[in-house]
């Protein structure tokens, strides 16, 4: 009787240890993300800027990469629709990038969305691939995703 449940216990590990290589072997086969992150936020001159970090680990140079925001207000309503362009993202780097809003303090805005791309030239399959493999991150008070 012991030999029959140590023989399952062991069927079940087997099972789990084959499982897991499938599932690390998905993991590598999912495009690498382009993550932005909403940094800081400072209020300048009646304005607003706004600092995002980026990182593009897609294996792609984009050439050129811009996103449509929509900037929320304190009551949750669409104060505006613009898009930000981040321009030249290099694989594998880093980089910083400033957008000033004029007509509005931080404090105004409930949240910021990004409602997608705008454009992306470099990775293949364009605009429709950035937004599958983008990721968001905040630093902030203000709400920030997609």
Request: glycine share 10%; aromatic share 6%; proline share 3%.
């Amino acid at each position: 009787m012991m030999m029959r449940t140590g023989f399952r216990i062991s069927l079940a590990a087997m099972a789990f240890a084959a499982a897991e290589p499938a599932a690390a072997a998905g993991e590598a086969v999912a495009a690498p993300p382009l993550q932005i992150e909403l940094n800081k936020l400072t209020s300048v001159g009646g304005g607003c800027r706004m600092t995002f970090v980026t990182s593009n680990h897609t294996g792609a140079e984009l050439k050129k990469a811009a996103f449509e925001v929509v900037l929320f207000d304190s009551r949750d309503l669409v104060d505006r629709l613009t898009v930000f362009n981040f321009g030249e993202l290099p694989n594998g780097k880093t980089v910083v990038k400033q957008f000033d809003l004029k007509d509005g303090e931080c404090t105004s805005f409930s949240r910021l969305l990004i409602n997608g791309a705008a454009a992306c030239d470099g990775l293949p399959g364009g605009t429709e691939a950035c937004n599958g493999v983008l990721e968001t991150a905040n630093r902030t008070d203000l709400k920030f995703g997609k």
